[in-house]
């Protein structure tokens, strides 16, 4: 089957293909879910992004291996996906002693022309990165998931393996935290000069 | 009594108990921010991952086209049915040439013993037999 003609296939069909051996759907799936696997596991793992590739690498790998034995209607596969990825992650802090440093931190890649909104958006999203990374891991998975990665409180109960008020509870407090974190730097975000405005 | 201890008093939280309508707004921004410049991997990357892919792969189901001779054999059922089908059609032509004596014999006594000979070509054999 041509490459465009599979953008429209869903991932299960596309898995389908791959477990017969098409070439095609192996590369669109690959496109399709690398990108957000690797963005979750870099929020996941304090912007390590070498090790983000290790964790996408793996997850992905899986993903392969599952599929002839895929059972269509049971799972999504996004969602299998986040969860394996998430359980990637969450092994690999563990292991951590000391995380990196917040140095470390890989500047985002953005496309906005002014200089100051530039360092701004790069101060807005290391200050939320460094606010995330001091949550426990279960709420900051929470939390990205809804409030970045956009995902709806069923599906993160999936990923999670919980239920959905506990997935309300867990960004709830998550956000709360946050929101506690970053309180002393809303000046240095350009929320005051916003207020003033 | 607190044994002369300067109890520390606790943090005041209410004003962050519950978060502001403007804060939660701020929070909204940051996250609208994030996802607006997730990290993407780069081109090398993708690469390994779709090598990575097709070397999991499994191989494709290899269809090989059948002639027309090799259907036909398989619906008959392959070189045995053949074989079966040859002889079936050589003992047929062989009792057609050259019956064996007992058997023209059985033919008439199951017709009421009667022979009756036909010549199409012959117009005088009919005229003979009506009288």
Known sequence: ?197 | MNWGLKMKTPPDTSLTAQPSAEFDAELDDLFAAAKQTPAMPDQGFLARLEADALAQMPAPAVRVRQSLWQQISEVIGGWKGIGGLATACAAGLWLGISPPSGIETLIIEAMGGETLNVDPLSSFDFAMMEG
């Not at chain 1, 690398?34 to 929020?43: D, K, L, Q, S, W």
């Not at chain 1, 969602?79 to 394996?84: A, F």
Request: glycine share 6%; proline share 5%; with cysteine.
């Open chain 1, 1 to 197: 089957m041509p490459f465009d003609a599979m953008s429209d296939r869903d991932d299960e069909d596309l898995l389908a293909l791959y477990a017969t051996g098409d070439a095609a759907a192996a590369r669109v799936l690959t496109q399709r879910l690398a990108g957000p696997v690797y963005a979750h596991a870099v929020r996941m793992l304090c912007g390590d992004r070498s090790e983000a590739e290790d964790v996408t690498q793996d997850a992905l790998l899986r993903l392969w291996r599952a599929a002839p034995s895929w059972r269509k209607g049971e799972a999504k596969v996004s969602t299998w996906l986040y969860r394996v990825t998430a359980n990637l992650c969450i092994d690999r802090l563990r292991k951590r002693k000391d995380g990196p440093a917040l140095d470390a931190i890989p500047e985002p890649e953005d496309g906005t022309p002014s200089v100051n909104a530039r360092m701004q958006t790069k101060a807005r999203n290391d200050a939320l990165q460094d606010a995330l990374m001091q949550l426990p891991d279960r709420q900051r998975q929470a939390v990205v998931l809804r409030h970045i990665e956009g995902l709806g409180n069923q599906e993160i109960a999936q990923i999670m393996d919980i239920g959905p008020r506990a997935v309300e509870s867990l960004t709830a407090r998550g956000k709360k935290a946050l929101q506690d974190l970053l309180a002393g730097r809303r000046d240095e975000l350009g929320f005051e000069d916003e207020d003033a405005t």
